[in-house]
């Protein structure tokens, strides 16, 4: 019986229900009602300690959930909503950094639910700067009538730093490629550097080098000596 009248009234209950919901939606202000939304966010990294390297990056962005009212959720987007993990008291032997609620900014009235991951992993090394030679790279062949007398790089060393485990004191600094098969005459031109190690980098903002390329026209008879010692090598 009971059953009967529940299938009989099951319409007028449900318009009752869905007019409850309407009028309890109209009579809470609209600041009161609060949604949910996820955003991936960049995660910045700010005052790394003088005299030390990141050898090992967090990832670049992590996932923020936040709860804001409905007038401002429109507004949570990657551009108003920044990590900032502060680096300033960081500590060589440390590798793992949290990421709390009072890293993110927010607008006002928002408020940060849930972040993944809460927790990244930074390596950290000491800084170390040394003098390296700076060699020209020189490519290609000059023309068989003409010889190279010398090579001046200026200036032939550079200061580099970076990560102590990747400064090295065999490596050398080169020039970006000079194609020899290309000059007739000798030639002053200025090229940038070329280091041994993406973690390394030059310590001045000076990263133009003067390379002067001397070369002169072969003595026909010095040629010819020079042919014969070949060919007697042989």
Known sequence: M???????NWGLKLFSFLLALVFWFSI???????????????LELHNLPSGMEIIEKPPPTIDVTIKAPHRLIDTINPETVRAR?????ARVE????????????????????KISPNQVRIRLER?????????????????ENLELVRVEVIPNEVSIIGPESKVK?????????????SLTESIEMETYLILPDPYL??????TIITVRIIIKEKNPEEDIQEKKKRKSGN
């Not at 009971?2 to 009989?8: K, S, V």
């Not at 004191?169 to 098969?181: A, F, G, N, Q, W």
């Not at 980098?201 to 000076?206: D, H, I, N």
């Open 201 to 206: 980098r030059v310590a001045s903002y000076e």
């Open 85 to 89: 993990l502060e680096l300033g008291t």
């Open 127 to 143: 800084s170390r700067e040394i003098m390296l030679e700076v060699e020209a790279d020189l490519v290609g062949r000059l023309q």
């Open 169 to 181: 004191e065999t490596y050398k600094v080169r020039t970006s490629p000079i194609d020899l098969s």
């Open 28 to 42: 809470i202000p609209e600041e009161k009602l609060s949604f949910e939304k996820s955003v991936t966010v960049p």
């Open 2 to 8: 009971l059953r009967n009248i529940f299938a009989r």
């Open 94 to 113: 440390q590798t793992e950094f949290p990421i709390n609620p009072d890293m993110i900014s927010l607008p006002q009235g928002a408020e940060v639910k």
